[in-house]
């Protein structure tokens, strides 16, 4: 995104919060609009990351942050569109795609751009879950 995979330092989280900024500053979308955008991201982030990994022949290279802004809008979709929201999906997103718990972990070993994505939405996923139900919670 923007040339953001060659960040020096962290590449992920500041595509990540780039990301969230982006969605924070503009209209919030309805729900129709995220999953289509979630769609297309995601089958282009397929194609694009998969081709990338062959080509500089890594698995998962650093550069390639769209699987980050695809599991960054999973994670906001659940969430207000506020600021509280959004900063609420940007931390818990980070977390569960730095430590990649559960099944999670597992996903990166799908074959190509599958794998390359799949780990970043099931953490978008999960930290849009969570961090939806403790707004609920603690009336966010």
């Given at each position: 995104?923007?040339?953001?995979?060659?960040?020096?330092?962290?590449?992920?989280?500041?595509?990540?919060?780039?990301?969230?900024?982006?969605?924070?500053?503009?209209?919030?979308?309805?729900?129709?609009?995220?999953?289509?955008?979630?769609?297309?991201?995601?089958?282009?982030?397929?194609?694009?990351?998969?081709?990338?990994?062959t080509e500089l022949g890594?698995?998962?290279?650093?550069?390639?942050?769209?699987?980050?802004?695809?599991?960054?809008?999973?994670?906001?979709?659940?969430?207000?569109?506020?600021?509280?929201?959004?900063?609420?999906?940007?931390?818990?997103?980070?977390?569960?795609?730095?430590?990649?718990?559960?099944?999670?972990?597992?996903?990166?070993?799908?074959?190509?751009?599958?794998?390359?994505?799949?780990?970043?939405?099931?953490?978008?996923?999960?930290?849009?879950?969570?961090?939806?139900?403790?707004?609920?919670?603690?009336?966010?």
């Amino acid at each position: 995104m923007l040339g953001l995979g060659y960040f020096p330092y962290g590449p992920g989280t500041i595509t990540s919060l780039a990301t969230a900024l982006v969605w924070l500053f503009l209209p919030g979308p309805a729900l129709f609009w995220k999953l289509f955008g979630v769609g297309l991201v995601t089958l282009a982030g397929v194609f694009v990351s998969g081709r990338a990994s062959t080509e500089l022949g890594q698995q998962d290279p650093s550069c390639v942050v769209i699987d980050e802004v695809a599991g960054q809008m999973v994670a906001l979709s659940f969430l207000p569109h506020t600021g509280a929201g959004v900063l609420v999906g940007f931390l818990l997103f980070r977390l569960f795609d730095i430590w990649k718990p559960w099944l999670i972990a597992d996903l990166e070993r799908l074959p190509g751009g599958f794998g390359i994505m799949a780990d970043d939405l099931a953490a978008g996923l999960v930290a849009g879950i969570l961090g939806a139900l403790s707004l609920i919670a603690f009336g966010g």
